[in-house]
Nanobody, 121 residues
């Protein structure tokens, strides 16, 4: 079984910064892709940023230049540095990992429980 644990959410004023962390644990052979998604009330869950095991990154247009995704492969941990935050960034942020199971070598997708980010104007 694999668990993803997120941390680092909170309340910040517009223009401020937050750093989210997501750590994967359990029976893991490789963590292939890690990503951050967000979901605001009444909206669908959208991709924010993703990073491969070779550090290729992808960003949603709305966060380019403000958010930076990174990872520490030795710790199976991904980070999302969020700068110049805007009220429209307010959402629950979820971590997602595509990984190779250490138990049966199958490719699996796991989600974290989510962490609230609130940006006040």
């Amino acid at each position: 079984q694999v668990q993803l644990v997120e941390s680092g959410g909170g309340l910040v004023q517009a223009g401020g910064s937050l750093r989210l962390s997501c750590s994967a644990s359990g029976s893991i052979r490789n963590v292939n892709v890690m990503g951050w998604y967000r979901q605001a009330p009444g909206s669908q869950r959208d991709m924010v940023a993703s990073i491969t095991s070779t550090n290729n990154t992808t960003y949603a247009d709305s966060v380019k230049g403000r958010f930076t995704i990174s990872r520490d492969n030795a710790k199976n941990t991904a980070y999302l540095q969020m700068d110049n935050l805007r009220p429209e960034d307010t959402a629950v942020y979820y971590c997602k990992a595509q990984l190779t199971s250490g138990f049966d070598f199958n490719i699996r997708t796991s989600w974290g429980q989510g962490t609230q980010v609130t940006v006040s104007s």
